[in-house]
């Protein structure tokens, strides 16, 4: 059995794709100019036909991930790739070349032609390269390009068939004949028509209302989906933005002052900054408690090896307090603690820094920063807060509630004996400040 992610699997995929679009391109050119001699073509043919058995035969051993789930069990790999893919890949492995070589005159149109069947690779090579690059690519960007890919395999065979149907009326040159096709083929199908070189009897007539009508619908086509795929290249910043003007609208509406404005736009641009505008709680609500889990142990991970009170606690208490620890962002300026109002709250500095001031904001007790926690003292001794904080710059803070932290005290006696050890000393370097 191969594993669909095997070094093996990832290169014959790579193989698969690159023959595919060698033989998309080599194939109709030999249908114009003789690159291929009808030796050379059995041969290519079967060279083709012997791969792409290979490859048929290798889906039948390669596993393959359902939901996350490794699937290796022959059966259910064979009815699933008897269900999709197995008919195409079949129809450009049989060895076309050799039967129509036994069947017609080896040169004919009908022997070259039959060639083109192999193409039908393209489809599944279109699908590996999704899956190859699918991970290493923003998944929009990765559409716009393989739409780009396939806009230029159309506009060769177009130009092949448009040599094969105008023929060659001014003795060009095989590259600038092909040259001279592929600006009609691109004019043409971006419906631009210059109308320079216009067909000439009903064969070339027919083929030029079936180009026409395929430009014109690939054309909107295109136009649709690049458009789609810009606003999707980004969609969080694109959704971002709608946001931020929905928000502005109507401050503008309410005549929000512009100082406040400005504060919010601030706030805003740092969000942008800092968690590209997503509400990780948000997130974190949709998603079953179990996965929830594992997904808040990965965000906060940060704070954790930030907050030095963390570094020796136990992981069942790390747990109990990062699945409850929800962010906060505070602008340079704000209040986050008043002294005097009753709390129940305490907060771990992730990113910025906070003053600690005496209730009449005469005296800077302290600054916290990174790693830094405040709060406790209101929470352990039941009063109201004992100073007032205010934020210096912008400050992510994390924001424990009070039902968790006495929940967490009282199940881990060392860590709430560090806190309140810590509360003390807060206390009486207050005291001593006040004494001055
Ligand atoms: P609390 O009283 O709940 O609210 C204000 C917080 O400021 C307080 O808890 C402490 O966490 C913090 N705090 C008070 N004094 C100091 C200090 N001297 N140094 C650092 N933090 C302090």
């Known amino acids: 059995m191969i594993a669909a992610d095997s070094k093996f699997r990832f290169f014959w995929n790579i193989l698969i794709s690159l023959v595919s679009i060698g033989a998309v391109l080599v194939l109709p050119l030999s249908l114009?100019?003789?690159?291929?001699?009808?030796?050379?073509?059995?041969?290519?043919?079967?060279?083709?036909?012997?791969?792409?058995?290979?490859?048929?035969?290798?889906?039948?051993?390669?596993?393959?991930?359902?939901?996350?789930?490794?699937?290796?069990?022959?059966?259910?790999?064979a009815s699933r790739y008897l269900r999709h893919g197995f008919v195409l890949d079949l129809i450009s492995a049989l060895p076309w070349f050799l039967m129509v070589s036994l069947l017609f005159e080896s040169?004919?149109?009908?022997?070259?032609?039959?060639?083109?069947?192999?193409?039908?690779?393209?489809?599944k090579a279109?699908?590996?390269?999704?899956?190859?690059?699918?991970?290493?690519?923003?998944?929009?960007?990765?559409?716009?390009?393989l739409l780009v890919f396939?806009?230029?395999?159309?506009?060769?065979?177009?130009?092949?068939?448009?040599?094969i149907v105008s023929g060659n009326p001014d003795q060009l040159a095989p590259v600038d004949r092909y040259v001279l096709a592929m600006y009609w083929t691109v004019?043409?199908?971006?419906?631009?028509?210059?109308?320079?070189?216009?067909?000439?009897?009903?064969?070339?007539?027919?083929?030029?209302?079936?180009?026409?009508?395929?430009?014109a619908a690939m054309y909107g086509l295109v136009i649709g989906n690049i458009a789609g795929l810009i606003a999707n290249i980004d969609?969080?910043?694109t959704q971002y933005k709608e946001k931020l003007e929905k928000i502005n609208a109507f401050f503008k509406y309410r005549a929000i002052p512009a100082e406040i404005k400005r504060k919010i736009d601030n706030y805003y641009a740092y969000l942008w900054e800092t968690r590209r505008g997503y509400n990780e709680m948000a997130i974190l609500d949709d998603l079953p408690n179990a996965l929830k889990e594992s997904v808040a142990l990965c965000l906060n991970k940060e704070i954790?090896?930030?907050?030095?009170?963390?570094?020796?606690?136990?992981?069942?208490?790390?747990?109990?307090?990062?699945?409850?620890?929800?962010?906060?962002?505070?602008?340079?300026?704000?209040?986050?603690?008043?002294?005097?109002?009753?709390?129940?709250?305490?907060?771990?500095?992730?990113?910025?820094?906070?003053?600690v001031m005496s209730p009449d904001e005469t005296a800077k007790y302290a600054t916290l920063t990174?790693?830094?926690?405040?709060?406790?003292?209101?929470?352990?001794?039941?009063?109201?807060?004992?100073?007032?904080?205010?934020?210096?710059?912008?400050c992510d803070l994390y924001v424990l509630d009070k039902a968790t932290f006495d929940k967490v005290i009282g199940r881990y006696p060392a860590f709430q004996e560090s806190i309140r050890k810590m509360a003390e000393e807060r206390r009486k370097q207050n005291e001593a400040a006040a004494r001055k």
């Open 187 to 215: 004019t043409t199908i971006t419906t631009i028509g210059y109308g320079d070189i216009t067909p000439k009897g009903t064969t070339q007539i027919l083929f030029v209302i079936m180009v026409e009508i395929f430009g």
């Open 235 to 237: 969609v969080a910043k």
């Open 304 to 355: 954790i090896e930030k907050v030095p009170l963390f570094n020796s606690a136990e992981p069942p208490l790390i747990r109990d307090i990062i699945i409850n620890l929800k962010p906060a962002v505070f602008t340079p300026g704000d209040y986050v603690v008043r002294a005097g109002e009753y709390g129940d709250e305490v907060f771990f500095i992730s990113r910025g820094s906070v003053d």
């Open 126 to 145: 279109n699908r590996l390269v999704k899956t190859l690059v699918e991970e290493r690519i923003n998944p929009a960007i990765l559409r716009l390009m």
């Open 370 to 394: 990174s790693g830094a926690f405040f709060g406790e003292m209101a929470l352990l001794l039941s009063t109201a807060r004992t100073a007032t904080i205010k934020a210096v710059e912008y």
């Open 32 to 77: 114009v100019y003789p690159i291929l001699s009808p030796a050379m073509a059995v041969l290519s043919g079967l060279f083709l036909s012997m791969l792409f058995a290979i490859d048929l035969v290798l889906e039948f051993f390669t596993s393959y991930v359902r939901i996350g789930q490794v699937v290796t069990d022959r059966k259910e790999i």
């Open 150 to 163: 396939w806009i230029i395999i159309a506009a060769h065979l177009i130009s092949c068939a448009w040599i």
């Open 107 to 123: 040169g004919s149109s009908a022997f070259s032609l039959i060639g083109l069947v192999h193409l039908l690779k393209l489809v």
